[in-house]
């Protein structure tokens, strides 16, 4: 089953494809989805799921690099979902910014 993530806005800014692979709305991949939270391809902390669906960056917590343990493929891209009702950001942590073809901004 496909599942999408949503910034706090709810617009569906990320998608999960096989082997809990983490992929831009337009196909970019975004990185590699361990224990909630983003790496990578080079094993840069990118965000964690909050709520069950959204996609946020810890501003506080710092994280070790993780090494990414295969090569991304690339995806189907799926139609986007409905967008999510708009949510507070926990404290601490802000959206995740992408630029205009899907790669994260840091």
């Not at 990185?31 to 983003?38: A, Q, V």
């Not at 343990?69 to 950001?89: A, D, R």
Request: aromatic letters at 14%; proline letters at 8%; glycine letters at 8%.
């Amino acid at each position: 089953m496909l599942k999408w993530f949503f910034n706090s806005f709810g617009v569906p800014i990320a998608f999960i494809g096989m082997n809990n692979l983490v992929f831009h709305q337009s196909g970019t991949f975004i990185g590699l989805l361990n224990d909630d939270k983003i790496w990578d391809k080079h094993g840069q902390y990118i965000g964690e799921v909050v709520t069950s669906n959204r996609l946020f960056r810890s501003k506080v917590t710092v994280h070790s690099p993780k090494i990414l343990p295969m090569l991304p493929y690339t995806p189907n891209i799926p139609s986007l979902p409905l967008g999510e009702n708009e949510v507070v950001l926990p404290p601490g942590f802000v959206d995740i910014e992408f630029d205009d073809e899907g790669f994260v901004i840091f």
